[in-house]
T-cell receptor, first 113, second 115 residues
């Protein structure tokens, strides 16, 4: 069964450093998403991406965040200057059609120290 | 405002017992409805989804869910729980009228299974 692959599975970074979280969506999917889950809280939407541009972003997705699909297979989330409160599990997801079905990756646990 | 409510934070059941996890939503129209499961250290796995048609939906691992429009609910059920079902369960919705496909999640219900 096709999978969404996320790397790394865990990342520890110092506050103020830049991090890039990587995702390989399912190859024929067209819509790509990032969500995050702070420990003990609900899964929250960050951003959706379609046709090489952001289609929606939440209030969490401020100027410190950016997404890119650099080569047609990878989908990355960059946090420019990490804060302690960015510590969370970050999930990538992809879907073939909007609202129809989403496949999630296993997540990257980001710890900012 | 759109919201998804899972009123039970933690449920404990004995192996072999039946299970029902509750989910209520608040939207103007019936959204698309999903249940996901997250095992420790794992990603979110889709158990089942409802778009239209038969209000009783069958999913993987023996789970089913029933959509009740009058109650704005989409409760997840399993007749006989196995120890491997211990995990966190998330109800999620997508606004049917949305062109963007954003998922809204409930807070999750942690399921513990006693042997």
């Amino acid at each position: 069964e096709p999978e969404v692959t996320q790397t790394p599975s865990h990342q520890v970074t110092q506050m103020g450093q830049e991090v890039i979280l990587r995702c390989v969506p399912i190859s024929n999917h067209l819509y790509f998403y990032w969500y995050r889950q702070i420990l003990g809280q609900k899964v929250e939407f960050l951003v959706s991406f379609y046709n090489n541009e952001i289609s929606e972003k939440s209030e969490i997705f401020d100027d410190q965040f950016s997404v890119e699909r650099p080569d047609g297979s990878n989908f990355t989330l960059k946090i420019r200057s990490t804060k302690l409160e960015d510590s969370a599990m970050y999930f990538c997801a992809s879907s073939l059609r909007q609202g129809y079905g989403y496949t999630f990756g296993s997540g990257t646990r980001l710890t900012v120290v | 405002a759109q919201s998804v409510t899972q009123p039970d934070i933690h449920i404990t059941v004995s192996e072999g017992a039946s299970l029902e996890l509750r989910c209520n939503y608040s939207y103007g129209a019936t959204p698309y409805l999903f249940w996901y499961v997250q095992s420790p250290g794992q990603g979110l796995q889709l158990l089942l989804k409802y778009f239209s048609g038969d209000t009783l939906v069958q999913g993987i691992k023996g789970f089913e869910a029933e959509f009740k429009r009058s109650q704005s609910s989409f409760n997840l059920r399993k007749p006989s729980v196995h120890w491997s079902d211990a995990a966190e369960y998330f109800c999620a919705v997508v606004d049917r009228g949305s062109t963007l496909g954003r998922l809204y999640f409930g807070r999750g219900t942690q399921l513990t299974v006693w042997p």
